[in-house]
Nanobody, 117 residues
Framework: HVQLVESGGGSVQAGGSLRLSCAFS?????MAWFRQAPGQEREEVAH????????YYADSVKDRFTISQDNAKKTLFLQMNSVRPEDSAIYYC??????????????WGHGTQVTVS
């Protein structure tokens, strides 16, 4: 039974930092963070392939966010630095297969709210 449980969301001032965590069960070739703001489509923020060999960041978060994974603790992280109001969204943890540089997601968490003011 696959479970993805996000935590670490909350309110933060612009320019500050926040770290999201996702506790997961199971084993996946790829794990990712997505986000969805009100009235907007869900977008991929970052992904990391098994072993960390392949990573991806959306242009909007490059050089500010860092995705990492602790397999021993079965936890995925998203370190968010220099946050902006436009980073406000519900952030979702996701997992699936890794194909041709794309994270093919099959499983989703329930999301955690991030609000930047």
């Amino acid at each position: 039974h696959v479970q993805l449980v996000e935590s670490g969301g909350g309110s933060v001032q612009a320019g500050g930092s926040l770290r999201l965590s996702c506790a997961f069960s199971g084993s996946f070739r790829c794990m990712a963070w997505f986000r969805q703001a009100p009235g907007q489509e869900r977008e991929e923020v970052a992904h990391i392939s098994q072993g960390g060999a392949g990573t991806y960041y959306a242009d909007s978060v490059k050089d500010r966010f860092t995705i990492s994974q602790d397999n021993a603790k079965k936890t995925l992280f998203l370190q968010m630095n220099s946050v902006r109001p436009e980073d406000s969204a519900i952030y979702y943890c996701a997992a699936g297969r890794y194909r041709f540089g794309i994270c093919d997601v099959s499983f989703w968490g329930h999301g955690t709210q991030v609000t930047v003011s």
